[in-house]
């Protein structure tokens, strides 16, 4: 990759660095907003949800318009709105004796914002880049997310040591240099945008759905279920570290950095080595999902912090060497004029998978450990059997047939 291009791309990167970190950053610090807003784990819970729900919804709109009008044209806007919601919650806990209800409001609208961003940076992606060097460019993009979902609990904790309400300013002074990066650095060919009318847009999406629903939907399903149990464990042991383990403030978020880690590691190396080797993508997915239901069955039979994280690493493992092979699936799936609009679907279901995740866990827990992590562990072997009959891979000619 020449310099120049490197330096592109690096911008774009910085996209779905500043999006994971929308409930990543949070996520450390639930125990003190459980604390100073008087609330129950499953209040906090919500926290995540109204954030990732409006994404979620959004997203699909965000796939469309940029399909029509041009990725950069939808995704600045979408930054800068993300900021300004993490701003609008800051001044809410800033400012007002009971600021959870604007919290919340503050948030759906950084989800708004959120919605379709990180999609859209994997279909400019997915446009400029072609075969085996699209799956290398996904894997790095993969990267910079996890690398986000890395630091993310080490910044929390750092930052909410001036305030627990802290972290929400940091969302505006992150995404607003970001925004104006992409917009004036990151190129965009509008060549391969669609001239399709509304209708024979949707004749066409509606085509590729005929021919690919069983295969697309199984993609979707690993993907909202990979962030589902990543977020789902990360908001508990968030929890378990100060009440069992007597774990506070930047050690901690250094502690659920470690399954981070692993995940980012990995996706990074995943879409290296899985670049051109498209024969093994759907092994590898299938084992990976049946890693990771591993790992959940075991979780309950540790109580000391080693091993209990030690298992949490491998579980990021298993993550991380699932989602570039799917986001490279997905992106080729379809022509550049509609590539928008299936990784925005795709993001949709990653979104809801994160929204249901952390108050799912909070419910969860009152069944007990075995039930909770038993129960996670049937989910994730039940994906990984879909995954087993329904996932068709394309063949190298296929891919890179574009």
């Not at 910085?14 to 409930?23: A, D, I, W």
């Not at 880690?261 to 993508?281: D, E, H, I, P």
């Not at 298993?318 to 795709?346: E, F, K, Q």
Request: glycine share 10%.
């Amino acid at each position: 990759m020449k310099k120049k291009a490197a330096l592109q791309f690096a911008v774009l990167c910085g996209v779905p660095f500043v999006m994971v970190l929308g409930n990543s950053m949070l996520i450390p610090v639930f125990p003190q907003m459980k604390q100073a807003m008087s609330l129950s784990q499953f209040q906090v819970g919500l926290i995540v949800t109204f954030f990732s729900i409006p994404a979620g919804l959004l997203i699909p709109l965000a796939g469309f318009l940029s399909d029509r009008f041009g990725r950069k044209v939808i995704m600045v806007p979408a930054l800068m709105v993300y900021g300004v919601g993490g701003l609008i919650c800051g001044f809410a806990a800033l400012t007002l004796r009971k600021p959870y209800y604007l919290l919340l409001f503050g948030r759906a609208v950084q989800g708004a914002g959120a919605g379709g961003t990180y999609q859209l940076a994997m279909a400019l992606t997915g446009d400029t880049f072609q075969s085996s060097e699209r799956t290398k460019a996904l894997g790095l993009l993969e990267a910079a997310n996890g690398l986000g979902k890395v630091l993310s609990p080490i910044l929390g904790s750092l930052i909410a040591l001036l305030s627990w309400y802290a972290p929400f300013f940091a969302y505006g002074l992150l995404a607003f240099p970001i925004a104006l990066g992409v917009w004036f650095l990151v190129p965009e060919n509008r060549k391969k945008l669609s001239q399709d009318s509304l209708t024979e847009y949707w004749t066409k999406l509606k085509g590729v759905f005929k021919e690919q629903a069983v295969h697309l939907a199984a993609c979707y399903l690993v993907g909202m279920v990979a962030l589902f149990l990543l977020f789902g464990v990360l908001s508990y042991v968030s929890d378990v570290l100060e009440s069992t383990y007597r774990i506070f403030g930047l050690t901690k978020g250094f502690v659920l950095a470690v399954p981070v880690f692993s995940m980012a590691l990995t996706s990074y190396l995943s879409g290296l080595y899985l670049s051109n080797k498209q024969s093994l993508w759907k092994p590898i997915i299938v084992a990976a999902m049946f890693g990771a239901a591993v790992s959940l069955a075991l979780l309950p039979l540790f109580a000391k912090l080693v091993p209990y994280m030690t298992v949490l690493f491998f579980l990021g493992i298993s993550i991380g060497i699932v989602l570039p092979p799917i986001n490279s699936l997905i992106t080729g799936a379809t022509s550049a004029d509609r590539r928008g609009i299936i990784t925005c679907l795709y993001g949709t279901v990653r979104f809801f998978g994160v929204a249901i995740g952390p108050p799912t866990f909070g419910l969860a827990i009152e069944l007990g450990r075995w039930a909770m992590f038993l129960g996670c562990a049937g989910l994730a072997a039940i994906t990984a059997l879909t995954a087993l009959f329904a996932i068709t891979p394309p063949t190298a000619s296929e891919y890179t047939a574009e």
